[in-house]
């Protein structure tokens, strides 16, 4: 086996301390808007009657995930290409009970005077063909280290409990099948979608009558 001279060793070093330091800073940012969920989510539990956030998870994509992401887009895996086109290494799904409830959410997070919207897809206004339904927001936000302020890219999905059960559901199926689902199969996941917003639909109906309150539309965010 070949030896490793000294130089070798300490460029591997440099490099796994730099990478290690890139990935940081979006945990850091995941970090970030978790603690401003959180925060709006206690505040509503300590003094309001209702609470819009039902639940609040997080995952970071790995660096191997990042790359195959790279290669699969034709991009030389370098940090600033990783900054340039990756937006979604840092991400925060927020689950809540009913559709007003996620544009609610959305406005408040997104109206804080240190987040700057990127880009927001609405799955909820205009569902995917497959059905699928979400509120996706890539948000900036400052994280400040000892070596300065870095803006950092953090995907935000906010959906209800039905949405986040069916895209649960159809995640496992694509999985057990290597993304070649059977076409019966992806009729029923498709059907099971438009159940849900109907669920959707009913649920938040009753929540209003339950409260006195007068029947709304759907409305997108305006950001």
Excluded at 12 to 26: G, H, K, Q
Excluded at 140 to 165: K, N, W, Y
């Amino acid at each position: 086996m070949e030896a490793i001279d000294g130089s070798t060793l300490e460029e591997m070093r440099t490099l796994r301390d730099e990478t290690e330091r890139f990935m940081l800073r979006y945990k850091f940012g995941m970090d970030e808007v978790i603690t401003k969920l959180s925060i709006l989510r206690e505040e509503f539990g300590q003094t309001h009657a209702y609470n819009p956030i039902e639940h609040i998870s997080s995952r970071l994509k790995s660096l191997d995930s990042v790359i195959e992401k790279l290669e699969r887009k034709g991009i030389d895996p370098t940090f600033d290409s990783i900054r340039e086109t990756i937006t979604d290494i840092a991400g925060v799904r927020v689950t809540c009970s009913f559709v007003s409830d996620v544009y609610r959410v959305a406005e408040l997070l997104t109206a804080q005077g240190d987040i700057r919207v990127l880009k927001k897809k609405d799955y909820i206004a205009a569902p995917k063909e497959n059905g699928y339904q979400s509120l996706h927001l890539i948000v900036e936000v400052p994280v400040f280290l000892s070596t300065g302020t870095h803006l950092v890219p953090v995907e935000v999905q906010v959906r209800t409990i039905a949405m986040d059960f069916w895209a649960s559901l159809e995640h496992k199926i694509y999985y057990k099948y290597d993304g070649q689902v059977p076409s019966a199969l992806v009729d029923d996941l498709t059907d099971a979608a438009h159940t849900a917003s109907e669920l959707d639909a009913r649920m938040e109906r009753l929540h209003r009558e339950l409260h006195g309150e007068r029947p709304s539309s759907r409305r997108p965010i305006a950001i």
